[in-house]
Every structure is written in C-alpha cells, then in structure tokens.
C-alpha cells in the first residue's frame, strides 16, 4: 500500500489523539462520548503510524510529499 499521508498530516492526528486521551482521563468527557472520540483516537494514531489512510483513497487525497513512497 502506498503512502498518502504526510509528516504535518501524522502531528496532527496524533496531537488530536493525545487530546482526546486527556479529555478522557480528567473526566471532561465520558459515557458514548468518549466511547466514540476514542475510536477516532485509536484510528488516528494506527493510521498516522503506518502513513495510510484508507478514507484519504475514497476521496482522491495525498498529503504525501513524495507519492512514490511505498
């Protein structure tokens, strides 16, 4: 599978998921909330770490500087 996502792309995902992670833990969000914006984490830290994105092939997009990156 080929990249598509670049390295300002990955920051944020993570940064997003560490976000959601202290929201959690200080008890700013909880129940189904939390639930679902911890899904959201998860999929954003396993996509950012292996640089895909299957949502990212749906729609056309490539934050990927170099393409060519298998």
């Known amino acids: 599978m080929k990249k598509n996502m670049g390295s300002t792309d990955k920051i944020i995902r993570i940064l997003l998921a560490i976000i ?4 959690y ?3 700013v ?3 189904t909330l ?4 911890g899904a959201f984490a998860v ?11 299957p ?3 749906l ?6 500087k170099n393409p060519n990156t298998k």
């Not at 959601?20 to 929201?23: C, D, H, K, W």
């Not at 939390?34 to 914006?37: E, G, N």
């Not at 729609?59 to 990927?64: A, E, F, R, S, V």
């Open 29 to 31: 969000i909880s129940g």
């Open 20 to 23: 959601v992670g202290a929201l």
């Open 25 to 27: 833990f200080t008890n």
């Open 34 to 37: 939390a639930i679902v914006l």
């Open 43 to 53: 999929i954003f830290v396993l996509t950012s770490f292996i640089s895909f994105c």
């Open 59 to 64: 729609l056309g997009i490539n934050t990927c």
């Open 55 to 57: 949502l990212y092939v």
